[in-house]
């Protein structure tokens, strides 16, 4: 479902794929070739909310803000299943996974991956290029190569999944 809120209606691009049971509401922009995956809820109600191009919102993830404070996802970001954003900053090619909640004014650097299961707390910066991880989150390591590669090939395969389901007629 996508509702406008006082006369303010998302933007999502047309070749975007938002599966079934999403809710977007109000001041929402969502880039091309972005997939938001079955029982997403992005709200826009209270502050905008920007997710760029190719960035992928699994399955049963919360979007939400706190007043005059925008929620921002950059390009080629992966959120997993299950997680909650809150007027953050997600920056480039980031992967946040199941289960972890990022509150306002944490910022995620570039090619930064947050564990599953973790939590970063107000305002926390965490590294571009770094493996974060627990309740608080705390970095632990640089990335490597393998996983460098590994959150490329999440990414690129949720971004031909969201432009295959976009194409094929539910049953």
Request: hydrophobic residues 35%; glycine residues 8%; contains cysteine.
């Given at each position: ?11 999502i ?12 509401s ?9 997939s938001?995956?079955?029982?997403t ?6 502050a905008p909310?920007?997710?760029?191009n190719?960035?992928?919102?699994q ?7 706190s007043p ?8 080629e970001?992966?959120?997993g ?15 946040i ?11 995620i ?7 599953a ?16 991880f627990?309740?608080?989150?705390k970095v632990i ?14 990414s ?11 194409s094929?007629k539910?049953?």
């Amino acid at each position: 479902m996508i509702y406008p809120y006082h006369e303010i209606k998302p933007t999502i691009a047309k070749s975007a794929f938002i599966a079934d049971y999403v809710t977007i509401s109000g001041d929402v922009e969502i880039g091309e070739e972005s997939s938001i995956w079955f029982n997403t809820v992005i709200r826009g109600d209270v502050a905008p909310t920007k997710i760029g191009n190719k960035v992928n919102v699994q399955d049963n993830s919360i979007l939400h803000q706190s007043p005059n404070n925008t929620l921002i996802l950059e390009d080629e970001v992966t959120v997993g299943h299950g997680v909650i954003l809150h007027s953050c900053k997600i920056r480039k090619k980031a992967l946040i996974g199941m289960g972890s909640i990022i509150l306002d004014n944490a910022e995620i650097g570039e090619g930064a991956f947050i564990g599953a299961g973790s939590l970063v707390p107000q305002g926390k910066v965490i590294p571009p290029n770094t493996l974060a991880f627990g309740r608080p989150a705390k970095v632990i390591r640089e990335l490597n190569e393998h996983d460098i590669s590994e959150m490329k090939r999440i990414s690129r395969e949720y971004a031909e999944k969201g432009q295959y389901y976009k194409s094929i007629k539910p049953i």
